[in-house]
Structures are given as structure tokens and as C-alpha cells.
């Protein structure tokens, strides 16, 4: 059975680091993309970034103005985790974000199995 | 402002049959890139819903089917259950953007 384990909710001051991770199992981990998607509260689903846990390839979506350099996504295969990270967070960061398995071809990408969430608070 | 476009909200009564659209455009759905459609349930995580235009996971009930044609896509319910109530967001690939994109969302409603 595939399954994506986040990690717990996170409250932090503005400014502060952090990393969250997701572990996906039951599914050859190397073999599939993971993407990053934010949910700010009450609004709509956002594809942060995508990343290949083979090879490390990694995209950003472009509309994240800025979005690299401010979040790194990472996998670590030995662990079969992949991670979100921020160096220094905003209070706009404040979201659920979720991780998910992506599957698909040249005609297109979409999610399958998703995590359960992690709720990221960033107030001072 | 979301690259495709649904309408906010749809409701109807039990049993009855609701259609969401996703509009894209030349850059997306026009350009030939899969529709894919997710559901999430107040207070949960999404869930896959049709994928490749009109594909269902297993498990998923057949009442929900989706097409493509043109510029945009469509999901339609039947037999609408009030356990639908939920949000639906439709997704694609964006060749302008060079990434994936998610729809505006649609809030079902069950009356």
C-alpha cells in the first residue's frame, strides 16, 4: 500500500528555519516524482515545486515569485523522505502544505497519493 | 488569478446530476495536456478523484466521470450524495508557465 507521512504541525516565530519532510513507502521511491502544495487557510491548492528523488532533479513553479533561494526541496533516497525547507520564514508562509507522489507522461503530471498535511504557524 | 477557471460554487439535491467546468486555454488544456480532477473533503487532505481527462482510481464510484474537450474540461456528479459535499479542484499542465496548475476551486453544495 503507498503511503506519504508528514511530518507534525509546526508553530515558529517570522524568521525562523524549518524543515518538514514526508516519507513515502510501499512504492519504489526513486521512481516517481514528489511534488509540494500549498494551501493557504481558506484558499485554494498551489504546486509549489516538484522533485525527482532518483536523480535529485528538481523544478519551482515560476508564479512563486522568488520562491528559490526562500524554499529548498530536497530528498533523501536512503531514507525515501522527501523535505520542504525554509532558511527564514514569513507570516505568509502560515499554510497547510501537503506533499504527494506524482505519476503520470509527456502529457501530463498529477497527484495519486498524498500526505496527510502539515500545518506550518508562523506568528511572533 | 488561476491559470484555469471554475465557478466558485455548484449545488443540488440529492440524487441530482452537477457538472463542473475547468476553463483553460492555448496554453494548457488546448494544448493537448490531461485534465485531472481532485476532491477534498472539509478538514482533509485531497484526494485523486479522474485522472487523464476520464480515468478513475480504483475505489473511486462511478458516478463521477470526466471529459475533455477543447480548451476545457469538465466533471460531472450523478446520483449526488450528501457526502459530496466537498471541494473541487481540477488541474493541468501550463506550457507558458512550464509547471503545474491547479483550478480556482468549487465548493459543492448539497441541498
Known amino acids: 500500500e503507498v503511503q506519504m507521512v508528514q511530518s507534525g504541525a509546526e508553530v515558529k516565530k517570522p524568521g525562523e528555519s524549518l524543515t518538514i519532510s514526508c516519507k513515502g513507502s510501499?512504492?519504489?521511491?526513486?521512481?516517481?516524482?514528489i511534488g509540494w502544495v500549498r494551501q493557504m487557510p481558506g484558499k485554494g491548492l498551489e504546486w509549489m515545486g516538484i522533485i525527482y528523488p532518483g536523480d535529485s532533479d528538481t523544478r519551482y513553479n515560476p508564479s512563486f515569485q522568488g520562491l528559490q533561494g526562500l524554499v529548498t526541496i530536497s530528498a533523501d533516497k536512503s531514507l525515501g523522505t522527501a523535505y520542504l525547507q525554509w532558511s527564514s520564514l514569513k507570516a505568509s508562509d502560515t499554510a497547510t502544505y501537503y506533499c504527494a507522489r506524482s505519476d503520470g507522461d509527456s502529457s501530463g503530471y498529477f497527484l495519486d497519493y498524498w500526505g496527510q498535511g502539515t500545518l506550518v504557524t508562523v506568528s511572533s | 488569478q488561476s491559470v484555469l477557471t471554475q465557478p466558485p460554487s455548484v449545488s443540488g439535491a440529492l440524487g441530482q446530476r452537477v457538472t463542473i467546468s475547468c476553463t483553460g486555454s492555448s496554453s494548457n488544456i488546448g494544448a493537448g495536456f490531461h485534465v485531472h480532477w481532485y476532491q477534498q473533503l472539509p478538514g482533509s487532505a485531497p484526494q485523486l478523484l479522474i485522472y487523464?481527462?476520464?480515468e478513475r482510481p480504483s475505489g473511486v464510484p462511478d458516478r463521477f466521470s470526466g471529459s475533455r474537450s477543447g480548451t476545457s474540461g469538465s466533471l460531472a456528479i450523478t446520483g449526488l450524495q450528501a457526502d459530496d459535499e466537498a471541494s473541487y479542484y481540477c488541474?493541468?499542465?501550463?506550457?507558458?508557465?512550464?509547471?503545474?496548475?491547479f483550478g480556482s476551486g468549487t465548493k459543492v453544495t448539497v441541498l
Open positions: 487523464r481527462d476520464n
Open positions: 510501499g512504492y519504489n521511491f526513486n521512481n516517481y516524482w
Open positions: 488541474q493541468s499542465y501550463d506550457r507558458s508557465l512550464s509547471f503545474y496548475v
